[in-house]
């Protein structure tokens, strides 16, 4: 069965510091992977989103990502956090279902804390 | 302006009494989910429907049922609401076009029973 660890419960950054977010998967066949994010009170948007092609790929708000195979990873990166920012970051893969469509398995999420 | 909408946004009820959460969506997605977040354990997938009519269980559906009658609506009922379903409910939609798997949520409903 397909996993998604998020290992950082909780980060906290200064404003205008670099962040990295891990992110480390579980599946047994090449991934379609996510990363969301949820403001407080909001519903969930999608930040970037990884297929296949370039492993460094590059989503909205200034962030990237990159998938490495031999590590089951997708850790996310931004190298100037602003203190809009804050927020829960999720990680999630997806496996495509019989018929169309995904399931996404979510990691449990990190609280990006932004100081200013 | 594309969107999946959901009602009620909160909801405060008590055990056994029966409850529908409503999600709409515009895009004409085939592809609709439901998840519940839970502090410490993201999100879960609970039911989803590959197109009206075709629904399937996801990772937690029990004390869940739904329906999928008209392709833009897919409801998320609860017969016999208990204290353990109080939770933070999205509702997500998708085309199932292969190139085309990025889900799109809804607000969320935060529901609590007592």
């Known amino acids: 069965a397909q996993s998604v660890t998020q290992p950082d419960i909780h980060i906290t950054v200064s404003e205008g510091a670099s962040l990295e977010l891990r992110c480390n998967y579980s599946y047994g066949a090449t991934p379609y992977l996510f990363w969301y994010v949820q403001s407080p009170g909001q519903g969930l948007q999608l930040l970037l989103k990884y297929f296949s092609g370039d492993t460094l790929v590059q989503g909205i708000k200034g962030f990237e990502a990159e998938f490495k195979r031999s590590q089951s990873s997708f850790n996310l990166r931004k190298p100037s956090v602003h203190w809009s920012d804050a927020a829960e970051y999720f990680c999630a893969v997806g496996s495509i279902l019989t018929g169309g469509g995904n399931k996404l398995t979510f990691g449990t999420g990190t609280q990006l804390k932004v100081e200013l | 302006e594309a969107q999946v909408t959901q009602n009620p946004r909160y909801l405060i009820t008590v055990t056994g009494k029966k409850l529908t959460v409503t999600c709409s969506q515009n895009m004409n997605h085939e592809y609709m989910s ?81």
């Open chain 2, 34 to 114: 439901w998840y519940r977040q839970d502090p410490g354990l993201g999100l879960r997938q609970i039911y989803y429907s590959m197109n009206v009519e075709v629904t399937d269980k996801g990772d937690v559906p029990e004390g869940y049922k739904v329906s999928r009658k008209e392709k833009r609506n897919f409801p998320l009922i609860l017969e016999s609401p208990s204290p353990n379903q109080t939770s933070l409910y999205f509702c997500a939609s998708s085309l199932r076009d292969r190139d085309s798997y990025e889900q799109y949520f809804g607000p969320g409903t935060r529901l609590t029973v007592t």
